[in-house]
């Protein structure tokens, strides 16, 4: 008895869309997060601390246990000014 | 701290200062631990160097000059330094545990707490400092020696 596959040919057309989206979106968003899943719910200080993990490492995302910083976290530091 | 400009409102350009400290202060090297590690040792930073700190925020209510507590901050400084290197050379390996799992999940501390129980049990035997949370109401488990707790990781 013939079986009608050519029926299930939607449902695997869905998952294969939305596995290639999501694969896509995931390896996109690690590769901007140095190999690491992105940070949600960030606030002010979340922000701060990310910005001297720059300072420290160089990206926002790196992370170091020494317990002396480098000679460039001294001179560093950024100031958001404008122009007047 | 930056604070989020309104739009419109003008060229904005990152300044970068390079002059130096002044030479009549006397230096000290900046900690150089980033965030995901600092948060796991906080509690133990909190009670090792409880004295320097709450020195060192009494100053600041008197005024927010950043010159007026430059001496507290250094001792401060000093103090979380010589913490750090004793967790690196005692409990480096349960720390080093905690803070990568804290790296991977957005640094919420109920994510972790297997982890966290090794590094707790690592830091009171070899360095003597146990993790309380002060303003812990009286009769209540902390939440971090809550055996079943409601709030945790839905996966992994």
């Known amino acids: 008895m013939p079986v009608p596959w050519e029926a299930l040919i939607p449902f695997g057309l869905l998952t294969a869309m939305f596995g290639a989206a999501g694969t896509l979106m995931n390896v996109s968003q690690r590769a901007q997060n140095d190999g690491k ?3 949600y719910k960030l606030d002010s200080w979340e922000e701060s601390m990310m910005e001297r993990d720059r ?7 790196g992370q170091s246990t020494n317990p002396l910083a480098p000679k460039e976290f001294s001179l560093n530091s950024v100031w958001q ?4 | ?5 309104p739009r419109g409102t003008g060229f904005k350009c990152d300044f970068v200062d390079q002059t130096p400290m002044p030479a009549d202060v006397p230096h000290v090297d900046e900690l150089g631990v980033t965030s995901a590690p600092l948060k796991s040792a906080a509690f133990f930073l909190g009670s090792f160097c409880k004295d320097y ?7 600041k209510s008197e005024s927010r000059d950043p010159a007026h507590c430059l001496k507290e901050g250094r001792k ?3 103090c979380a330094i010589d913490l750090i290197n004793k967790m690196r050379e005692n409990c480096g390996s349960e720390w080093d545990a905690h ?19 090794k590094l707790n049990e690592c830091m009171f035997d070899k360095l003597g400092i146990k993790k309380v949370i002060p303003g812990t109401p009286e009769g209540r488990t902390p939440i971090h020696e809550k055996q079943s ?8």
């Open chain 2, 99 to 117: 803070w990568e799992c804290l790296d991977k999940r957005n640094q919420e501390l109920y994510h972790c707490r297997q982890p966290e129980r």
């Open chain 2, 149 to 156: 707790p409601i709030y945790k990781s839905i996966q992994k």
């Open chain 2, 1 to 5: 701290m930056t604070t989020q400009y």
């Open chain 1, 55 to 61: 300072r420290l490492t160089g990206s926002k995302r």
């Open chain 2, 76 to 78: 401060v400084t000093r």
């Open chain 1, 81 to 84: 000014t404008e122009n007047l």
């Open chain 1, 37 to 39: 899943a992105p940070r």
């Open chain 2, 53 to 59: 700190n709450e020195d060192f925020m009494l100053c």
